[in-house]
C-alpha cells in the first residue's frame, strides 16, 4: 500500500493547481482524511503525515479509534447520526457534518455542556437514497435553530453523485456554496455558516474550484482496508 505521505503530496498539488485556477488561497482548504475503512494505524500514519483532521461515520469506528488517538487529532463525524447515539460521541467530536434534522438538533442540544460545531447537511441532487435538506428546507431549517443554544451553525455539506466525469458535479457544489452565500447573507449570530463540506477523492478538484473549504477523502489518501 502506498504511503500516505506520498498520497498526501499528490493531493495537496491539486488542491494548489485548483485553488490557483479559482483565484483562491490554498491554506483555506482543510483536508479531512476519511479513516473509516482503515485500521487505526493507517489513520495514526495520516496523522505522522500531517493530516490534522480525521473523519468517521460510524460511532463504534470512531470510539475506537479516538481511544488510541485522542486529542491528538479534530475529529470530524461525517455519517448520518441516530439521535440515540449521540451522547456516545459528542463529547469526543469536534464537528458534526450531519446535522438535517430537529430531533437531532434537540439532542445535540440537550447532551451537550457547550457549544457543537455543525455543518447543516443538504441534498443539493435529490437523490433519494442520500440524507440531508431539500435546499428549500435549508432557510426555516437553520432559523429553526436559533432555539437551540449549544448549536453553531459553521457551514453546509453535501454529497455528491459518485460519477465519472466530475464535472458532473460542478453545478451541485455551485448550487451548495451560493446556498451558502444567501445564509451568510442573513447575518445570523449562531449560524456564521463560513463553510463548506464538499468533494470526495473523485471529485475534490472541482469542489475546491467552487469553493470547498473542507474536502473529504478516504480511498485517495488512506486507501480502503477493512
Known amino acids: 500500500m502506498v504511503a500516505v505521505s506520498e498520497n498526501l503530496i499528490k493531493i495537496q498539488a491539486d488542491i494548489e ?14 483536508i479531512i482524511a476519511v479513516t473509516k475503512y482503515v485500521t487505526i494505524e493507517r489513520a495514526k500514519e495520516a ?4 493530516v490534522t483532521n480525521l473523519g468517521e461515520n460510524r460511532n463504534e469506528g470512531f470510539l475506537a479509534k479516538f481511544e488510541e488517538i485522542g486529542e491528538s487529532a479534530t475529529w470530524h463525524f461525517i455519517g448520518s447520526l441516530q439521535s440515540r447515539k449521540v451522547k456516545d460521541i459528542l463529547h469526543h467530536i469536534d464537528y458534526i457534518h450531519s446535522l438535517d434534522r430537529k430531533s437531532l438538533a434537540k439532542e445535540i442540544n440537550k447532551r451537550s455542556q457547550k457549544t457543537v460545531s455543525c455543518f447543516v447537511q443538504v441534498n443539493v441532487s435529490g437523490e433519494e437514497s442520500k440524507h440531508g435538506l431539500a435546499e428549500d428546507k435549508v432557510e426555516p431549517f437553520i432559523k429553526e435553530l436559533a432555539l437551540f443554544k449549544n ?14 466525469n466530475p464535472e458532473e458535479a460542478r453545478p451541485l457544489f455551485k448550487k451548495l456554496r451560493l446556498l451558502r452565500d444567501y445564509i451568510q447573507s442573513l447575518h445570523l449570530d449562531y449560524a456564521p455558516c463560513e463553510y463548506l463540506s464538499m468533494g470526495m477523492s473523485n471529485d475534490y478538484k472541482v469542489a475546491v474550484e467552487e469553493g470547498a473549504t473542507h474536502i473529504r477523502i478516504g480511498t485517495k489518501l488512506v486507501g480502503k482496508e477493512l
Not at 151 to 164: E, W
Open 17 to 30: 493547481q485548483a485553488a490557483e485556477r479559482a483565484g483562491r488561497n490554498k491554506e483555506d482548504i482543510n
Open 151 to 164: 448549536i453553531r451553525v459553521v457551514g453546509l455539506m453535501t454529497m455528491a453523485p459518485h460519477v465519472d
Open 47 to 50: 496523522l505522522s503525515a500531517g
